[in-house]
């Protein structure tokens, strides 16, 4: 690799090996030691192309989530199974690895603007500016750039747009489905909203045990499906459609409780 040798996006690669090496080193610890990250669906990954993998997740924190799959999809390209131990993974990152985030929250620091360098794209949101509710039309060129990424490598993206659980998705990644036709590839996470602040930034708890699940990628006729219909499948396959708060009773949400007391762990 030529030292200055950019991607589609002008970032220098050798720069953002570096960013990507740091950041891990520092973060390691939020996983595998103030809290415990436990995965599945390591070999999922390693089956995956190279280009066009779009992952969609639900999303408990603005950075810890992504931060999070940067680990587990490094650690299980090295060969790891469903950890992330020895963190020698991190020294050869996958550098085409993105992630979609809102223009404004990678704007506001020096430390988004290095978070926003190590792989996001950053977007205008529709429906959200500055802490007030907008209606405005999604730009094209955040559409493009989505697409760019995807034909260089992998995306991550949180559909609901907030880290609140059980919102509705935006209409806007199965546009995105639709149009590229990537490999779809939901991710299910836990214990990230108990473990770290709103932002994801600062260590909330200790001895939280975190989770994270990778599914088989989607099944999806890209040609004939709807929006709605492609919608509801992501809802199903991230956990966030709503039949699943329909159908817990209380009894049943205290006993959820419960477990959520038993997945703190104790050194």
């Known amino acids: 690799m030529g030292i200055f040798k950019e991607n589609p996006f002008g970032h220098i690669l050798f720069l953002k090996k570096w960013l990507i090496r740091i950041l891990g080193i520092m973060s390691h610890q939020r996983y595998k030691g103030f809290n415990k990250l436990e995965v599945e669906g390591s070999e999922i990954i390693r089956a995956l192309p190279d280009t066009n993998v779009l992952f969609v997740s639900n999303h408990q924190t603005y950075f810890a989530d ?25 020294w050869h990152p996958k550098l085409n690895m993105y992630y979609v985030a809102a223009a404004e929250t990678m704007k506001k620091s020096l430390l988004t603007k290095i978070l926003a ?48 659980p059980w919102k509705p998705l935006r209409k806007g990644t199965a546009h995105i489905i639709k149009r590229y036709k990537p490999v779809v590839v939901p991710v299910v996470i836990d214990g990230f909203r108990r473990s770290f602040d709103k932002k994801g930034l600062r260590v909330k708890k200790k001895g939280i045990l975190q989770s994270m699940v990778i599914k088989e990628p989607l099944e999806i006729d890209y040609e004939n499906e709807s929006v709605e219909s492609i919608i509801e499948k992501l809802e199903y396959a991230i956990e966030q459609h709503p ?6 009773s209380e009894k049943e949400l205290l006993a959820y ?7 703190e762990w104790r050194s």
């Open 66 to 90: 992504v931060v999070a799959m940067f680990h587990v999809f490094n650690a299980s390209l090295s060969g790891r199974d469903d950890n992330i131990k020895n963190i020698g993974y991190i």
């Open 117 to 164: 360098y190590a792989g996001s794209i950053s977007i205008q949101r529709t429906w959200r500016s500055e802490g007030k509710d907008v209606n405005r039309q999604v730009k094209m060129s955040d559409i493009s750039n989505i697409g760019t990424a995807l034909n260089d490598g992998w995306v991550v993206t949180f559909p609901q747009g907030t880290t609140t």
């Open 243 to 248: 039949s699943f708060l329909k159908v817990i």
């Open 257 to 263: 409780e419960e477990e959520n007391k038993k997945r």
